[in-house]
């Protein structure tokens, strides 16, 4: 599922965005009847020399994603032999791309004359960075069959409000398909 994942990332990277962009997965695998996940990778507070704030990042991804789960009735387990889902995530900022913004008037754009009409490009240290998530779920061992990337500004990055709101609104987006937890 991982290169999955990476490779909806690297496309993502090369998007700007106005507003939150979407990809949902679509690998035509038919859904099946899941109750239980486990997580496919280890938070990133586990993995030495990463920043602070992609940890705190990693950790709101991880519990909204959890919370989305629990909402739908699925269980967690650490255990590889109960879990029907793995569920793999990620989640990222990209410091310096090309885009535009126009629902934030608080947000100082600086435009590039040379830029196609509202399209503003974001000089480095801007301080408004791109969030890129993605979310993948699917049988262990098997191909995704939920999940996606979107990715959106960040507009005020030391606003624990709005990026919460974001990553809500995203993995909400990625996870619509997603069925009730089967009982």
Known sequence: MRPLITGLFSLLLLLGCQEMQ??????????????????????????????????????????????????????????????????????????????????????DKQFDSNAPQDVVELPPLTDAPLVVMSVGIGPPGGIVIWGGSASEILTRPDSVEQRQRLI?????????????AYQ
């Open 22 to 107: 979407v990809e949902h997965a679509n690998t035509g695998a038919q859904p099946v009847a899941f109750s239980t996940y486990k997580w496919g990778v280890s938070p990133l507070s586990e993995v030495p020399d990463v920043s602070a704030q992609l940890v705190e990042l990693d950790e709101e991804m991880r519990d909204t994603v959890a919370a989305q789960l629990e909402q739908r009735g699925y269980r967690r387990v650490d255990e590889d032999q109960y879990a029907d889902m793995v569920v793999d995530y990620q989640v990222a900022l990209v410091d310096e791309f090309f885009s535009g913004d126009t629902r934030d008037p608080s947000w």
């Open 168 to 180: 809500s609104k995203g993995v909400s987006e990625l996870l619509r398909d997603l069925p009730p």
